[in-house]
C-alpha cells in the first residue's frame, strides 16, 4: 500500500514535491510538541491548487490518511503525522496574493506567516490583528485549523473573530469558497465551523483576513501585587470599571523570577504577581483609559505601579512577557504549557488549586497568563530524562485541565485538543455530543481521512480514559452520563 | 417536568413519527425566511437570566427570554449586547435572535451575533441534550458548533441556553451628520473605517451621511473635530429606529430587500435608492425589480442579497447556494436533524 500510494503521488507531482527517503521524512516527524513523534509514509509539498485537488483526490480513492501542516508550530500535536498517512505540507502556498485597502481585508495563502500579513498591511495602516506568540513563524493556515488567539483577544478576538473567507480542498478534492468578501453569506456558518476544525474537515488552501486600522498609541501600565489573589481581583475590578484592556496579562512570582534570571526585565521579583495591562486605540481614548486603569490598581492595592512613556519602554514592559517561554526553556530541560480556559471569577481558586498540585506531583509550575480572557497557561518544569517524569508531567496537565472544566472552563482556550488532549475531551463533553461531532466530520469527510484521531476521541477511547479515571476517582461530574 | 424534558420528548416523538416542527419563541420575526408548515413547537416559556457576574462580561440566559429584559439587565450594570440586535417588535427573544443571526448598526465594528455567542446548549433532531461552547471567552475544544448554530434559522438544533459575551456601554455616544452623495459615503465611511477612530455606526439615505462615535468622552470629542459634520439632537433615537426598520424608507409596500455587499462596493447599478447601513457592508432596497436583477447586482459587488419582507415569497429568499454548497449543507443537517423534522425549508427549500 506505502509503495503504491508514493508510486501515484511520483507520478502525478515534480520529484522535489513529494518526500519518501527517512532523512528527509525527519524534519516533519513532530510539530511545536515534539514529545509525539511519528514519520508518515510520505511528505508532499504541493506548489499549485491543482496539485492540492490531485493529492487529495488520490489519498480519497486509496483511503490514505493526510495530515495537513502549516508551519508546524502547533502545540497540541495537531500536525503529527500519522504512520500509515500522507504529511500536506503547505509552505510553498506563501504568497500574500492581494490586499484590498478600500474593504480592509487580504487575501492570502494558507502557508504565509501571521506577521507578514501584518507587516504587508503596515503601508497602509493596517495590520492583523491576531497574534499568537509564534507569530513570526506560525502560518496563517494553522491559524484558522486551530483558531489562534494571542495577546489582544481580549479586545480584538480570536482568529474566528478576524477572518472573511477561506477556500477548501475537500478530501474528494472538490473545492469550495466559504465565507465571501461581504460580512456576512447565506446559508450556515461553515466559517465559524471550519476554524479550529484542526485539519478534521478539509485543507484551506486560501484565506481572507479582517485588517484593522493600526492603533494610534498603544500604552502599557506594569503593577505589582503581593499575591496573585490580589493580582486577580484588580484584574476583575479592571473589567468591572468599564475597560475592555487590548491585554491583561498576569505572572506570578515564579514566573518573574525565571523570567528576570534571563533578561533584565525591571519586574519588582518579590512580587506576588505582576500585571501587564495594555490600552491602545486613539491619543486621548487611551489617555483617559490609563487614568482610569491606575486608579483601579490602586484601589486594588497594587505595590507599585508604572506606565510605559514611550514606544521603547513599553517594547520592554513586554520584553519579560515575551521571553518567559524560553526563560523557562533556560530553568528547566523541559516545559510543558498548558491551555485551559475558566471564568475569570474562578481565577485565584483555580491557580492556588494547581500551585497545589504542583506540589503533590512535586513539579514546579510557572503561571504566565492572558488573564484577561481566563486563559491560564501553566508551564509545567520538568526533565524528560528522568525516567517517569514526562508520564507524571502529562498526568499533572490532565488535572489540571479537569480542575478547568469543573469551574465550567475549557481544556484548550488557543492551542487546540490534536493529540494532546484528545482525553480531557472525554471529561468535557458526553456521548452525545462527541457523536455529533463525529457525525459532523463525515458530513465533511466520510471516510474519515482527514486527521484522524485527533481533535475528537472515539467513544472507545473514552470508555477507557473514563474507567480508568473512576479508578482514581477524579472524575469532576459524576453525577453525568459516562462511558 | 422541566421545559427542558418537555421540548427533549416533542422532538424526539416528532422524529419517531416524521413530524414537522415549526419553533416559536416570540414569532417577533415571523415574516424572515420561508415559511414552515409544521406543527408549532413554543420555547417562550423557557426563559429567564441563568447567570449574569458583569464582571465576567458574559450573560446567560434561557433561549425564550425576552430580549428586551436581557438587555434592560445589562444596562442595568452599565453593559449592552454589542451586536446591537433588532428586535423587530416586543416579543423578540433571545433564542429567536441568536437562531436568525440577526446584528445591528454596530455590527461592522463590534461584531456579529455570531461574534458574541460563546455557547450554547441546544436539543438537535434526534432529540439528544448537547452543550458546544460555554461560559469562557476562548475556547478550541471541539467543533465551533455554537457559532454554526447561529443564524442556522433552527434548522438544525432546537436553541435553550445561550451563553454571550457583553460588553461595557460606551461612556459618550454622539452622531454627526454631513449631507453628501451616496458615492461620497461609501467613500467616506470606508475611509474612516481604516483610521483608528471609534466608530459605531455609519447610515446613508435621503443625502445624509449619519456617522455615529462611541467611547470615552475625550476620545470622542476628539474623533469629532477629525470626522467633522453637525451633531445629531436625539442620536440614540435614530439608531434605533435604524435598527427596528421604522424610519420612513422602511415604510413601503415595495419589496424589500437586504443586500450584504463589500463595505466599499460602488452604488450598485439598480434603478433604485439604497439605504446604506454597515459603512456601506448591508445595503436596503424597497424595489419591484426581478428578483435575478437585485440578486445578481449583489453578486456581481461580491455579495449575496435576502428578499427580506414582500415580494414572492414561494421560491428561495436568501441567494441560492451554488450545488457543491448545497449538498454539503444538507449533509450537515443530516447528522443534526436526520428525520428532517426541524423547521424544515425555512432557510431554503432543500433544508
Redo the contacts between chains.
Sequence with gaps: MSDTIIALLRARLPEHCVLHQEEDLRPYECDALSAYRQLPLAVVIPETLEQVRAILALCSEHRVPVVARGAGTGLSGGATPLGNGILLSMARFNRILSIDTDNRSARVQPGVTNLSISTAAEPYGLYYAPDPSSQLACSIGGNVAENAGGVHCLKYGLTTHNILALEIITIDGERLDIGGAALDSPGYDLLALMTGSEGLLGVITEVTVKLLPRPQTAQVVLAAFDSVEAAAAAVTATIASGIVPAGLELLDNPAIRAVQRFIDTGYPVDAGAILLCELDGEQEDVAAQIERVNQVFRDAGCSSLAVSRNEAERQRFWAGRKAAFPAMGRLSPDYYCMDGTIPRKHLAEVLNGIGRLSQEYGLPICNVFHAGDGNLHPLILYDANRPGELERTEELGGRILELCVGVGGTITGEHGVGMEKINQMCVQFNTAELQQFHAVKTAFDPHGLLNPGKAIPTLQRCAEFGAMHVHHGHLPHPELERF | MSDTQTIREQVSAAAAGHTALAIEGGGSKRFLGRGVAGQPLPVGAHRGIIDY??????ISARAGTPLAELEATLAAE?QMLAFEPPHFGAAATLGGTIAC?LSGPR??YA??A??FVLGVNCI?GQG?????G????????????S??L???FGT?AVLLDVHLKV???P?REITLLQPCTVAEAITRC?HW??????LSGACHFDHQLLIRLS?????V???ARTVGGEQLDDSTRFWHHLREHRLPYFNTTLPLWRL?????SAPLALDAACLLD?GG??RWLATDLPADQVRNAAQTA???A?LWRGGDRSGEL??P??P???A??R??K???DPAGILNPGR??AAL
Design positions: 457576574t458583569p464582571s465576567e462580561l458574559v452599565g443571526g455590527r461592522p461584531g456579529a455570531r461574534d438537535n439528544d441534550y448537547l452543550r458546544f460555554g461560559q469562557v471567552m476562548k475556547n478550541v475544544a471541539g467543533y465551533d458548533l457559532r454554526t447561529t443564524g442556522s438544525l460588553l461595557p456601554r461612556e470606508n473605517a481604516g483610521q483608528p477612530l471609534p467611547g470615552t468622552a475625550r476620545g470629542a476628539a474623533a450584504s455587499v463589500p463595505p466599499a454597515w457592508a448591508q461580491g455579495g449575496h435576502t436568501f441567494q447556494l451554488p457543491a454548497l448545497l454539503l449543507h449533509r450537515l443530516q447528522t443534526f432557510l431554503y
